[in-house]
């Protein structure tokens, strides 16, 4: 009881301090509970939702740039079967063949489809046709009718058009392949960007203006028609290219008969200065023919992908006109985006040199005939203990850029490649080919070139196993995909928020 008393006159003391006490803890608890705990859960909600958002940006941005290379797979035998095509390499080998195979006198070479069996030279014509029949796919007229053209021509005169051929159609292949791939990331990234702002702004709450004229369907067909702008690339502006390209080669090469012994070194000084010696004569043509800039090919382009967005063109505040005009601004008034276009050519050059130097030293010991897809870096200690001081003969160069043409042009032909470029029967060996020049015969060139036809026939026509469905990509575009500075690129445009 006394200290029941002596609690009970403790609290009758201090009864105001006690009750101010505990008026000021709990205030003080429910304060620190309200604002400061409760604010330093909201601070790490918003940093928990930051970071989610920061990963989200990243997933996105990753998956752009894989869009574009799926993208370009998929645009890959539109672009290389009319280069193919308008550089018939193989054509011109097979008319080398029935040469060799019918040493006639010239006028008798020329197949005529009108032979019949009262035709005296019949026999003659039926052999030829004959032949032509096995090297011509479904036995086309109109290759009937472009190899009558070459069998007119000396053997001499065929040899130059396909040294001609042969490296522009290389060169040609590299710039166009290049330059897609440069536009196609410039464009998607410009349209990721965009949906990317639309996001943000609406996790962050903000209302957007609403425009009546304007609707989700609308801006899908804008974003479509803008992209559908490579049509220029893959229609005109490689024709372009190739016809800048081509008088640089003849002038450079004319000298050099295929008898000329080059080493890997000086065959790859000769391209460099190629491609220096197209840049600085071409650079405004070449950025003009990888995007429509102009007027007039927009017109063009438009008319055959979208003819309904032509009056777009006439409105500055439209979405398609803003999206061609940063596309445009970025191209030509940044000499940033030529100097990677530039280093995406080079970057080509040096895998193709790479290719030749290992294919070239293949009876020296080298055991790939290909190096490892989108590994150039790794393989340069490989290509380094080659042999790079022998010399080998321009034909056995050209026989090579013909093989590499067909790993440039197919997105599944690693394979095909690996399995034909090794065996006894097609000796990559620069001596063998030597000792057919020597007597003066071209045949083991031949024979290299016409063996690599399965591969253009598969590939370069769009068709076959290239439907878009089975991309495993190549070598040079799996390389030039992973150059550093296009990433930066993209990161670039992709943060451009001006």
């Not at 060139?445 to 590939?459: P, V």
């Not at 068709?463 to 799996?478: E, H, I, K, V």
């Amino acid at each position: 009881m006394a200290i029941f008393s002596s609690l009970a006159s403790f609290f009758n003391r201090h009864k105001r301090k006690i009750i101010i006490t505990t008026t000021l803890t709990i205030s003080a608890y429910y304060l620190v509970n309200q604002f400061i705990i409760k604010k330093f859960r909201d601070y790490q909600n918003a940093l928990r939702q930051e970071l989610i958002f920061k990963q989200q940006i990243k997933q996105r941005f990753i998956q752009t740039q894989q869009d574009c290379y799926y993208t370009i797979l998929a645009l890959l035998p539109v672009l290389t079967s009319p280069i193919i095509e308008h550089l018939p390499v193989e054509l011109i080998t097979q008319a080398l063949r029935l040469k060799k195979n019918n040493p006639l006198p010239q006028q008798q070479q020329q197949v005529q489809s009108s032979s019949g069996p009262n035709n005296p030279n019949s026999t003659i014509n039926s052999e030829l046709t004959a032949d032509n029949l096995n090297l011509l796919d479904n036995n086309n007229s109109n290759n009937q009718s472009k190899l009558n053209v070459y069998l007119n021509k000396s053997k001499v005169e065929l040899w130059n058009i396909l040294k001609i051929q042969t490296i522009t159609r290389t060169l040609t292949l590299i710039y166009s392949i290049s330059g897609l791939l440069l536009v196609t990331r410039l464009q998607l990234n410009i349209l990721a960007r965009r949906s990317y702002l639309e996001s943000a702004i609406l996790m962050a709450g903000v209302k957007q203006p609403t425009n009546p004229n304007i609707n989700s369907h609308d801006n899908y067909i804008v974003e479509q028609s803008y992209l559908s702008l490579s049509w220029w690339l893959l229609n005109k502006g490689w024709l372009n290219l190739n016809s800048y390209i081509e008088p640089i080669v003849i002038e450079t090469f004319s000298n050099i008969n295929p008898k000329t012994e080059l080493t890997i070194d000086q065959f790859n000084l000769l391209l460099q200065q190629l491609i220096k010696q197209i840049n600085f004569n071409f650079k405004d043509n070449i950025l003009k023919n990888l995007f429509p800039n102009n007027y007039d090919d927009l017109i063009e382009t438009i008319l055959n992908t979208n003819p309904s967005l032509t009056n777009q063109l006439d409105l500055p505040d439209s979405n398609f006109t803003k999206l061609i005009s940063e596309t445009s601004h970025i191209m030509i008034n940044d000499t940033y985006f030529f100097n990677l276009y530039n280093n995406l050519v080079l970057n080509g050059l040096s895998t193709l040199i790479a290719n030749l130097s290992l294919n070239l030293n293949h009876g020296n010991g080298s055991t790939s005939l290909l190096i490892s897809s989108g590994n150039l870096k790794d393989d340069t200690n490989t290509i380094n203990t080659l042999n790079q001081t022998k010399s080998f003969k321009l034909a056995s160069y050209l026989a090579q850029l013909s093989i590499q043409n067909g790993v440039l042009i197919d997105n599944d032909n690693l394979r095909d490649i690996n399995e034909f470029g090794y065996n006894d029967d097609y000796d990559l060996d620069g001596d063998n080919l030597t000792k057919h020049l020597n007597e003066e015969d071209i045949e083991g060139f031949i024979n290299n070139l016409a063996n690599n036809e399965g591969i253009f026939n598969k590939s370069g026509n769009g068709d076959g196993n290239n439907n878009g469905n089975n991309l495993s990509g190549n070598m040079y575009l799996n390389t030039l995909n992973e150059v550093e500075e296009l990433d930066d690129f993209s990161a670039g445009i992709y943060s451009n928020f001006e």
